[in-house]
């Protein structure tokens, strides 16, 4: 009786597109373009990711070649530093001379640790640079349980302090790269690259092979961190993006990733609530003016994903409506139009004013009033 009660509960929580807990420590399922959470398990518990740290490099790069500071032909070489971490490598040599783009493909692709340092300082000059980038880097993504104490991902011995990271934040670093950063997602993509002559490096991320529309993002893996992925996809213009942290082993892991994937492109419906410019067909009152009321434009399209079973009980409105005040222009942000499935916010987008409003006298308090 116990055994049946157990199955039937695990096969209702399914069903109902609630995912329960599984053979991990933490995870995340988001929708990458409203960044709505669909699932999340554990998402702020600190966990060592082991090569997933990686991926902050990767996006790093890429902005290292979007403003010119690399492109794929500079030649990068490697220190003796690089020559010695050991773990996935590409074997490098001290004073060896690579193009950029080897080297961020050996990363992306095969993992390798003695490229992922030539990576770091051949752009920031020693690897305590890349770390503080990296480091300063989350605090401007609001990534606030992650620390990065290496570019490689290896444990670290005697004692010393492990890098860090939550499945939230490495889901806020995945929306980052899959929204501006296009070409982290080119390098991820690969499914192998050709290093040199006999050594060509096959993607430690197995599931590219086999799950339609993945194309990244980063996998990790070492006894203390166990097995981590994060991981995107995409299937009929909806990117989500899926993270496991300490599955006992990638298969494991594979099968969580999966798992939540096939659930977000199944079990929800993604409608478009406005459209940049759209709004609300109301008017709102502007505190100090006199009986100034304007109406609210969405800046950008207010997409979310809901269950077909919620879609009734869904609403659109202006977020805190009595806080807008004068003075402001036309086309200024005065507040956010969100989404709410009972209660609760699912998709957010800034409110234009649809014109000028400026703070008049007459609507001050009078003094003993």
């Known amino acids: 009786m116990k055994t049946f009660l157990c199955t039937f509960l695990a096969l209702f929580l399914f069903a109902g597109g609630v995912l329960a807990s599984g053979e991990y420590k933490s995870a995340m399922l988001m929708e990458a373009r409203s960044g709505q959470i669909l699932f999340e398990d554990n998402a702020d518990e600190a966990w060592i990711p082991a090569s997933v740290v990686k991926l902050m490099l990767l996006l790093l790069a890429d902005e290292a070649v979007q403003d ?28 060896d001379e690579t193009p950029f783009q080897k080297l961020i493909e050996a990363v992306a692709v095969g993992s390798a640790n003695d490229a992922a340092v030539t990576v770091a300082e051949g752009i920031f000059g020693t690897v305590p640079a890349a770390l503080a980038a990296m480091n300063e880097k989350c605090t401007e993504l609001g990534m606030t349980n992650t620390t990065y104490v290496n570019v490689s991902g290896l444990p670290e011995n005697g004692g010393k302090a492990e890098n860090y990271t939550s499945a939230r934040d490495q889901a806020i670093l995945a929306r980052e790269v899959v929204l501006n950063h296009p070409g982290v997602l080119d390098w991820t993509g690969k499914i192998y690259t050709r290093f040199r002559k006999g050594l060509d490096l096959g993607t430690t991320n197995t599931m590219m092979k086999v799950y339609e529309g993945m194309d990244g993002l980063k996998t990790g893996y070492h006894d203390k961190g166990m097995s981590n992925l994060v991981a995107t996809a995409e299937r009929g213009g909806r990117r989500l993006i899926a993270v496991v942290l300490g599955a006992p082993g990638y298969k494991q892991r594979n099968a969580e990733i999966e798992r939540l994937l096939d659930s977000g492109f199944s079990d929800w419906a993604m409608r478009t609530a406005l459209r940049k410019g759209d709004g609300l067909g109301i008017e709102f009152k502007v505190k100090r003016t006199w009986r100034g009321k304007i109406r609210v434009q969405a800046d950008e399209d207010l997409v979310y994903l809901a269950r077909p079973e919620d879609m009734a009980r869904v609403s659109i409105e202006l977020e805190d409506p009595d806080d807008i005040a004068a003075p402001f222009d036309a086309g200024e942000e005065v507040g956010r139009i969100v989404v709410k499935l009972d209660g609760k916010i699912l998709s957010s987008v800034p409110a234009l004013a649809d014109k000028r409003m400026r703070a008049s006298w007459l609507s001050w308090p009078r003094h003993g009033q």
């Open 68 to 95: 010119g500071r690399v492109s794929p032909e500079t030649i990068l070489t490697s220190s003796q530093y690089a020559k010695g971490m050991g773990g996935s490598q590409v074997y490098l040599a001290a004073g």
